[in-house]
């Protein structure tokens, strides 16, 4: 049978007693580096297994030798380089071709990333969203968000500390200054929680630096009020030309609480599609 293991995210401590056994006693593990895990069996004190590489890049020609072994009574623990399998990664199809050739599945539940950062957030726990990583260009970024918008769950990203200004530039301007939490380290010695509104985030990161680590986006799902809707155009002509563009910044940003860094670039964008 096919076992989904979860290993630690941080914290050694977090593996289960089962989790152990599982993996201590399986023929063969199937996970997405070798060495990774094979990094984390020692400090485990797990012996070592026959590891077999299960990742996004061979899973379509590494696939079907699982299933073989599988039909041959062999026990597989599938795991990721370190949380829940199937969580961002290509295991989720090898469940599928178990079920289709009734081979048995479990799972050994254990520490999550989207769940711990969504725990801690203080926001809505009632129902969410989780989205993967957001993608790393901005339109295609805001594409995603969009996509999305109107969802009253919460909603879950991955994302990384030189991409995190970037991200809550294109959140600003896709959902307005919703509630952000900024979850990083989970289960680490610098695990760290940072709830503010998208703004003061934007604020605070150009002001101390990106963070380091891991990091987890958890934001305020659609709220039952109406957004208030800001006419760019309008406040744009309102200082400019009269002002230069970065004091027309600094203006609009008094007034409306956006960053001016923001702000400068809605501008220069504006400007430069209607050719002023």
Same mark, same amino acid.
Request: positive net charge.
């Given at each position: 049978?096919?076992?989904?293991?979860? $290993?630690?995210?941080?914290?050694?401590?977090?593996?289960?007693?089962?989790?152990?056994?599982?993996?201590?006693?399986?023929?063969?593990?199937?996970?997405? @580096?070798?060495? &990774?895990?094979? +990094?984390?069996?020692?400090?485990?004190?797990?012996?070592?297994?026959?590891?077999?590489?299960?990742?996004?890049?061979?899973?379509?020609?590494?696939?079907?030798?699982?299933? &073989?072994?599988? +039909?041959? @009574?062999?026990?597989?623990?599938? *795991?990721?380089?370190?949380? $829940?399998? #199937?969580?961002? @990664?290509?295991?989720?199809?090898?469940?599928?071709?178990?079920?289709?050739?009734?081979?048995?599945?479990? &799972?050994?539940?254990?520490?999550?990333?989207?769940?711990?950062?969504?725990?801690?957030?203080?926001?809505?726990?009632?129902?969410?969203?989780?989205?993967?990583?957001?993608?790393?260009?901005?339109?295609?970024?805001?594409?995603? #968000?969009?996509?999305?918008?109107?969802?009253?769950?919460?909603?879950?990203?991955? %994302? &990384?500390?030189?991409?995190?200004?970037?991200?809550?530039?294109?959140? #600003?301007?896709?959902?307005?200054?919703?509630?952000?939490?900024? *979850?990083? %380290?989970?289960?680490?010695?610098?695990?760290?929680?940072?709830?503010?509104?998208?703004?003061?985030?934007?604020?605070?990161? $150009?002001?101390?630096?990106?963070?380091?680590?891991?990091?987890?986006?958890?934001?305020?799902?659609?709220?039952?009020?109406?957004?208030?809707?800001? @006419?760019?155009?309008?406040?744009?002509?309102?200082?400019?030309?009269?002002?230069?563009?970065?004091?027309?910044?600094?203006?609009?940003? %008094? +007034? $409306?609480?956006?960053?001016?860094?923001?702000?400068?670039?809605?501008?220069?964008?504006? %400007?430069?599609?209607?050719?002023?």
């Amino acid at each position: 049978m096919l076992y989904l293991v979860s $290993t630690p995210i941080g914290n050694l401590g977090d593996i289960s007693a089962r989790a152990k056994d599982v993996l201590e006693s399986a023929d063969y593990v199937a996970c997405e @580096d070798t060495r &990774t895990s094979g +990094q984390l069996f020692n400090l485990l004190g797990i012996k070592a297994k026959k590891m077999i590489a299960y990742h996004d890049h061979n899973a379509d020609k590494a696939r079907p030798k699982l299933i &073989t072994l599988l +039909q041959d @009574d062999k026990t597989i623990a599938l *795991v990721s380089d370190a949380g $829940t399998p #199937l969580i961002s @990664d290509p295991g989720y199809k090898l469940v599928r071709d178990c079920i289709a050739n009734h081979i048995k599945v479990s &799972t050994v539940p254990g520490a999550n990333a989207v769940l711990s950062a969504l725990q801690l957030s203080g926001l809505s726990s009632a129902s969410f969203y989780f989205g993967g990583f957001l993608p790393p260009k901005s339109g295609a970024r805001k594409n995603h #968000l969009a996509g999305v918008k109107a969802l009253k769950s919460t909603l879950i990203f991955y %994302e &990384t500390p030189n991409r995190l200004l970037d991200a809550l530039q294109d959140i #600003l301007s896709e959902y307005g200054n919703r509630q952000v939490a900024v *979850v990083r %380290e989970l289960t680490k010695k610098f695990e760290e929680t940072r709830l503010d509104s998208v703004q003061n985030l934007i604020n605070y990161y $150009t002001e101390f630096g990106l963070p380091k680590g891991e990091l987890v986006l958890v934001i305020e799902g659609a709220s039952d009020q109406p957004a208030i809707s800001i @006419d760019w155009p309008k406040f744009i002509k309102s200082v400019r030309p009269q002002y230069p563009v970065k004091q027309a910044a600094a203006l609009l940003s %008094e +007034q $409306t609480g956006y960053s001016k860094k923001f702000i400068y670039q809605l501008i220069l964008s504006y %400007e430069k599609e209607n050719k002023l």
